[in-house]
């Protein structure tokens, strides 16, 4: 007898209970925003706008959409050395798992330096 193939489809996606970051940091944010207030989060736009709520940080629908969209394609990216670098974090016996989690820890260091240096960029290209 052969099991039949599991049907993935129309699985239910990962869930996870850990708030999202602007709701854990908070008060960080707050104190240090990760754009000015009333400065468009979106590089290639970051023009000022009026804030109709304290807690927005995009000037339009059109500009969350592209910010959110990019930050897929990051977390995409990020995702696999993520696993990697967590697998093999506090591993003390196997070298070949160790280099894994190397890897994905330099990867990581890699993809957000280029990412933030691009960022920048396109903002002061857009300002």
């Not at 489809?9 to 000015?36: R, S």
């Not at 970051?46 to 394609?73: I, L, N, V």
């Not at 190397?102 to 890699?110: C, E, K």
Request: charged letters at 25%; aromatic letters at 8%; a positive charge.
């Amino acid at each position: 007898m052969t099991l039949a193939a599991p049907r993935i489809a129309n699985a239910p996606a990962a869930h996870f209970d850990i708030e999202p970051f602007h709701v854990t940091a908070h008060a960080e944010l707050a104190d240090f925003p990760l754009a000015a207030p009333g400065v468009c989060l979106n590089p290639m736009c970051s023009r000022h706008f009026a804030p109709t709520r304290s807690w927005q940080r995009y000037c339009c629908d059109t500009c969350r959409k592209m910010d959110e969209a990019e930050m897929r394609r990051i977390g995409q990216k990020a995702a696999p050395a993520l696993l990697a670098w967590r697998m093999g974090k506090y591993e003390k016996q196997d070298d070949a798992l160790r280099v894994l989690s190397r890897a994905g820890r330099n990867y990581i260091t890699r993809l957000q330096s280029e990412w933030y240096s691009d960022r920048l960029s396109r903002r002061h290209r857009h300002a």
